[in-house]
């Protein structure tokens, strides 16, 4: 399994299913999700995502999904700008019963 510490994250202290870390010399941050087999993770920084793809596909099989909708009863919308800019709402909407 491909060690959180060989890619430059770190633990987050208040959930042991959060990690942070930097794995682009001078790139920004990613922050990575794990519950059970289903990973979610985010950068600004396209090339950040792409090379925790790459590190985490040498170890082992995994799809790549795209761009998340739904994790864990949470519901992701996104709103990309012309200047860059992006703005994503998360709602718990789908848990609650009418």
């Known amino acids: 399994m491909l060690s959180s510490l060989v890619i430059g994250l770190k633990n987050s202290p208040t959930s042991p299913c959060l990690f942070v870390g930097q794995i682009l010399k001078g790139g920004p941050p990613i922050c990575i999700g794990i519950y059970v087999d289903d ?3 985010f950068s600004s920084c396209d090339a950040v995502e792409r090379k925790f793809e790459e590190q985490l596909s040498q170890s082992v099989s995994v799809d790549f999904m ?9 519901e992701f919308a996104w709103q990309f700008h012309e200047d860059a800019h992006l703005i994503v709402n998360l709602t718990q909407q789908s848990l609650l019963k009418h």
């Open 39 to 41: 990973i979610i993770y």
């Open 66 to 74: 795209g761009q998340v909708s739904h994790f864990l009863g949470i």
